[in-house]
């Protein structure tokens, strides 16, 4: 097995389609059927179930594709490894959640300017996907949204910003100056998924308040949070920053008064001794920047 037929294997556990898949791996759907035609045989094992609903994946594929994310990871920090040890530009992967490189890219810059050797490579996920890319060894180093799921890291929180309520012109509570979590009860709530910690926060903070929130709409993106919102489709929440960004007419942003109802950025790694070095380095001059001048 080579890594090649390791990849196309993952790419097409993820798509579910080898249509799909072979335009994403840039090769035929006859070459690619080989290729897993060939994995099956290596292995003695059926990987997938064809259909002509698609390609879905057998037990035997699920626990494949677990242990062959692993090893594709690990062969892209040996890879990294090896660069760095060879001389070559060092590198170093990071993951960032939808909004945290807003707030933290001076400091990538800073970074960058101090380490002219290190080329960074960064990426945006949702907030749970950022989580993932660190446990699965995608990324040495990420900036996530604080939330469940993350006690086996080692982090440090960066920032906390306010998260505001919004509500389109007319709404009950457009003249106020400040609203609750009761507040929420009753109201239709458009918000960003389950993908995104702010799910789970809003839910936990209307569950203390002794209510289920009314979640009329789930989205992976804010702006179409605040459109729906702009036209009466409920009332919507956001952060205090990408509400100054994007401000829409017809919608107002809002204040919580809960004090503890925040969007906290951490910064997160795994045990600092599977760090290379170049990432120890990250590591250590966000925190000291952060040090001489916090957010």
């Known amino acids: 097995m080579d890594t090649k037929a390791l990849h196309c294997f993952i790419v097409l556990y993820r798509l579910k389609n080898m249509h799909k898949a072979a335009e994403e791996l840039f090769i035929s759907q006859q070459g690619l059927s080989k290729i897993i035609r060939n994995l099956e045989s290596e292995w003695e094992v059926l990987l997938f179930e ?25 062969l892209e920090q040996m890879k990294r490894e090896i660069k760095n040890t060879a001389g070559g530009m060092e590198e170093l992967c990071i993951a960032c959640a939808y909004g945290t490189l807003h707030i933290l890219y001076p400091y990538l810059q800073s970074f960058r300017k101090q ?48 998260i505001l309520l919004l509500v389109h012109e007319g709404h009950r509570l457009w ?30 903070k209307c569950l203390e308040e002794g209510f289920y929130p009314d979640i009329a709409a789930e989205t992976a993106e804010i702006n179409l949070c605040q459109n729906l919102c702009r036209m009466g489709e409920g009332v919507s929440i956001t952060v205090d920053f990408i509400a100054d960004i994007s401000r829409l007419p017809g919608v107002r ?18 045990k600092k001794d599977d760090l290379t070095d170049t990432a120890k380095k990250f590591v250590q001059f966000i925190q000291d920047s952060l040090q001489a001048s916090p957010l």
């Open 253 to 270: 942003a809002i204040p919580f008064s809960e004090p503890d109802f925040t969007w906290n950025i951490i910064m997160a790694w795994r």
């Open 115 to 162: 380490n002219p050797s290190v080329r960074i490579r960064w990426k945006e996920y949702p907030d749970r996907d950022a989580d993932c890319a660190l446990k699965n060894r995608v990324v040495e180093v990420a900036f996530c949204v604080e939330g469940s799921g993350q006690e086996s890291f080692e982090h440090v929180p960066l920032a906390k910003r306010r």
């Open 175 to 204: 003249d106020r100056k400040s609203a609750a979590i009761a507040d929420l009860k009753n109201e239709k709530i458009i918000v960003e998924g389950d993908g995104f910690h702010i799910f789970s926060l809003l839910q936990k």
């Open 50 to 74: 064809r259909s002509k609903y698609g390609m879905h994946p057998t037990k035997a594929g699920d626990y494949f594709y677990q242990h062959a994310v692993s090893i594709q990871n690990e």
